[in-house]
């Protein structure tokens, strides 16, 4: 049988973190009253106009930079028309001629057989990056076969990240996923939560032989997590696969994950090909983005956004992040992804490193085995912690001084989770785990051992 | 250059238009003439224009305030049906009848 080669291509939406919407003054908001967050342009009443938020544009340059694309100094909006209940105007404002930023890259991490220790390095392609509308939400009442539409997300900023079709499986798609949150978190440029629609992910899955054309592609639709995106990705690969091999064809539709079912499946109200009858948006000029050489002398500097500026001001990237943990703590590339997966705990270790004796190599043991694992047993946060950087480079601080054994500290340290407000050296004195440095009285004990198991000495001795 | 039944019924699916009759779609063809002699220029090498204000046309960045929303009554009182502070709307898209099902069927199309 023929191998198969299967495609992954991403197209991600990242809503914009910012107060207001990308196009109206209406507040950002997670959960609020319906229809609470709603100006008569998010409700595309006639007369209204739409005006652009400064720091969306701010927001797609970092990502854009951060992504190593080149930012379009001028970039142009469209309008993609169709129809549906929580698209009020009958069109998104996007871009579609011409985005924000173009050609980029992202490079993110696998680990080999499920071996931290062997990580490899990939990269993907960023097509593009554009700015567009969020549209509003529909909650579907079948039973009284009705919809009822909330237009509080209805204009909301996105970012649309495009990745080329260079990933191979759900690993890869998950991972890449994951690296571009991290990033975007680090940026501020969008929170990114899965869990709360800021990050919306569609993945685009074909199946091809070595050395012939690509396959006719599906997409998959209703993604929730990063997990699901694995898994749906690497069910789509196998449902292609095997429907070829049975002779079957696979159709160029749009298909939803059910995530209890574990499977995509095609979706309704997706038939036949979408012309969207992209058409520029008459209410709105090009973008003009300016760098230090082009910056024009005379304008209002509120009207102008510097590229180079926002440049100069990015933080460092994960990456850069985890480069500097391991040439400053000389802990391993491994250890500085598990502390960069959880949000608080690379802060964590670096605070428990500056108040404790013990070198980094073995205190990130203790972060990243005790610590990290109490806190998933528990599902609790690091900030949820109810030991602090202090309360454990103190206890790290015994043990480094030799005042008590490991065995002994991790006994402490069950104790101090307890949260009860005892510190290290109070529960040492309680449980009597102090190690004995008097030479003479450990010679007693021994030989009260030894006097009091004479027949054992016996065997031992004879071998 | 008539319009064939296929683009029409494409049409009125993609801009939920009904042409009606013979007259309606008489008008669409007229319109689509009119629009062709845009063809007649020769635009070969001349960049797109956005506005004739050219780059006299400056987008205005708006600051990051609410400044807006808060409004649900008023909004509300354009709805034909509500349920609490909800719109209302069909399940889904109601597509247009097939033409041989509508009253209005072209005739002598």
């Known amino acids: ?61 970092m990502t854009g930079l951060a992504l190593n694309c080149s930012i379009n100094k001028k970039s142009l909006f469209d309008r993609k028309h169709y129809f549906y209940a929580d698209l009020p105007a009958g069109y998104q404002i996007t871009q579609q001629r011409v985005p924000i930023a173009v050609n980029g890259s992202l490079s993110y991490s696998l680990c080999i057989d499920n071996k931290m220790s062997q990580m490899v390095t990939k990269t993907v392609r960023i097509k593009q990056i554009q700015l567009e509308q969020d549209s509003g939400k529909s909650l579907h009442d079948d039973s009284r076969s009705q919809t009822l539409v909330d237009l509080n997300r209805a204009g909301v900023g996105l970012m649309e990240v495009v990745m080329e079709p260079d990933m191979c499986c759900g690993e890869e798609a998950a991972a890449a996923v994951r690296e571009l949150q991290l990033i975007l978190q680090t940026l501020g440029s969008s929170q990114a939560v899965m869990a709360e629609g800021q990050l919306r992910v569609d993945a685009n899955v074909s199946v091809h032989h070595p050395g012939e054309p690509y396959g006719v592609r599906t997409e998959v639709k209703n993604i929730n997590s990063i997990r699901f995106l694995a898994k749906a990705i690497d069910y789509e690969i196998q449902r292609q696969i095997e429907e070829l091999e049975n002779g079957g064809t ?135 912690s109810p030991v602090s950087s202090f309360l454990l480079a103190d206890l790290l601080n015994l043990l480094e001084k030799k005042e008590i054994s490991s065995t002994a500290a991790k006994q402490v340290l069950a104790e101090l989770w ?45 071998g | 250059q008539k319009v064939s039944v296929e683009v029409l019924e494409h049409l009125e699916h993609l801009a939920l238009v009904d042409f009606r009759d013979a007259e309606g779609v008489e008008r669409l063809q007229k319109a689509i003439q009119f629009a062709d002699q845009l063809h007649e220029v020769n635009t070969d090498g001349v960049e797109p224009m956005d506005s004739v204000l050219e780059d006299r046309w400056c987008l205005y960045l708006r600051e990051d305030n609410v400044t807006e929303g808060n409004c649900t009554k008023e909004l509300l009182e354009n709805a034909r049906e509500k349920v609490e502070e909800y719109f209302v709307a069909p399940p889904g898209n109601i597509p247009l009848p097939k033409l041989e099902e509508r009253e209005t069927f072209l005739e002598g199309s």
């Open chain 1, 418 to 462: 307890k949260g009860e407000g005892k510190t290290s050296l109070e529960i040492v004195k309680e449980q009597k785990l102090e190690l004995l440095q008097d030479q003479k009285e450990l010679e007693q004990i021994c030989q009260a051992v030894i006097d009091g198991h004479k027949n054992e000495v016996i065997m031992m001795v004879l």
């Open chain 1, 250 to 384: 696979i159709l160029n539709e749009t298909r939803a994950f059910d995530s209890k079912l574990g499977c995509t499946v095609p979706m309704r109200d997706k038939e036949g090909k979408q012309d969207y009858r992209f058409m520029p948006e008459p209410n709105l000029p090009p973008l003009i983005l300016y760098d230090a050489k082009s910056l024009p002398a005379n304008m209002n500097h509120q009207q102008v956004i510097n590229i180079d500026w926002i440049h100069e001001r990015l933080p460092d990237l994960p990456s850069v992040k985890r480069k500097k943990l391991v040439e400053q703590y000389g802990i391993l590339p491994e250890h500085s992804f598990t502390l960069l997966n959880e949000d608080g705990l690379a802060e964590f270790f670096e605070s428990v490193v500056k108040q404790t004796q013990m070198k980094p190599k073995k205190v990130i043991g203790w972060i990243l085995k005790d610590l990290l694992s109490y806190l998933k047993q528990h599902s609790l946060t690091v900030k949820e």
């Open chain 1, 1 to 61: 049988l023929a191998p198969w080669v299967p495609v992954v291509g991403l197209e991600i939406h990242a809503q914009i973190s910012s107060n207001s919407k990308l196009f109206s003054g209406s507040k950002v908001r997670f959960a609020a009253p319906p229809n609470s967050l709603v100006s008569f342009f998010d409700a595309s009443l006639p007369g209204t106009l739409p005006v652009l938020n400064r720091r969306c544009v701010e927001a797609a340059v």
